[in-house]
T-cell receptor, first 113, second 114 residues
Framework: AQSVTQLDSQVPVFEEAPVELRCNYSSSVSVYLFWYVQYPNQGLQLLLKYLSGSTLVESINGFEAEFNKSQTSFHLRKPSVHISDTAEYFCAVSKTSYDKVIFGPGTSLSVIP | DAGVIQSPRHEVTEMGQEVTLRCKPISGHNSLFWYRQTMMRGLELLIYFNNNVPIDDSGMPEDRFSAKMPNASFSTLKIQPSEPRDSAVYFC????????????FGNGTRLTVT
């Protein structure tokens, strides 16, 4: 079975500062990895995904994540955060594209003006 | 596309009453998932369907919970009887299942059982 760990439940950071949200997973098989973002009173939205190929994946709004197989990690980074990045971020894993997706506990990112 | 549509957005009911949550997945998506979100337990997968067939219901907490998908465009999650500890936000999500399609979530139903 797969599982996802997000060590930081809350991350406060000043506007325009860099941020890293940590994610580690455990699985006995190859997996797909995802980061989802949830804004207040909304459902989750896909931020970026790793399926195969390049281990560095990027989103359209400046986030990036790197798949590290040896460390079983998929940390999310952004070099300069904006107020609008304040949200809950979930790391997730699945075995296949149609299999169940298991989510981590989430990290609440608060950007301070 | 209108996205995944859930109804109602909010539901307040008394303990012991039956509750039915509804979901319309995105047209063409063949996998549907029900999740429950609480502060204490985070996002829990309750059940998922592939081509209208339940594949894994191991996350359904008790026999009080049941889910159906009578056709490709509709699913329900029913709680009977409801209890205060069922209070949570319930999300429905769908995907086409190919490698390029992520989960698309509805806006959720916030259930409060008093």
């Amino acid at each position: 079975a797969q599982s996802v760990t997000q060590l930081d439940s809350q991350v406060p950071v000043f506007e325009e500062a860099p941020v890293e949200l940590r994610c580690n997973y455990s699985s006995s098989v190859s997996v797909y990895l995802f980061w989802y973002v949830q804004y207040p009173n909304q459902g989750l939205q896909l931020l970026l995904k790793y399926l195969s190929g390049s281990t560095l994946v990027e989103s359209i709004n400046g986030f990036e994540a790197e798949f590290n197989k040896s460390q079983t990690s998929f940390h999310l980074r952004k070099p300069s955060v904006h107020i609008s990045d304040t949200a809950e971020y979930f790391c997730a894993v699945s075995k296949t594209s149609y299999d169940k997706v298991i989510f981590g506990p989430g990290t609440s990112l608060s950007v301070i003006p | 596309d209108a996205g995944v549509i859930q109804s109602p957005r909010h539901e307040v009911t008394e303990m012991g009453q039956e509750v039915t949550l509804r979901c319309k997945p995105i047209s063409g998506h063949n996998s549907l998932f029900w999740y429950r979100q609480t502060m204490m337990r985070g996002l829990e997968l309750l059940i998922y369907f592939n081509n209208n067939v339940p594949i894994d219901d191991s996350g359904m907490p008790e026999d009080r919970f049941s889910a159906k998908m009578p056709n490709a465009s509709f699913s329900t999650l029913k709680i009977q009887p409801s209890e205060p500890r069922d209070s949570a936000v319930y999300f429905c999500a769908s995907t086409s299942g190919d490698g390029n399609s992520p989960l698309h979530f509805g806006n959720g139903t916030r259930l409060t059982v008093t």
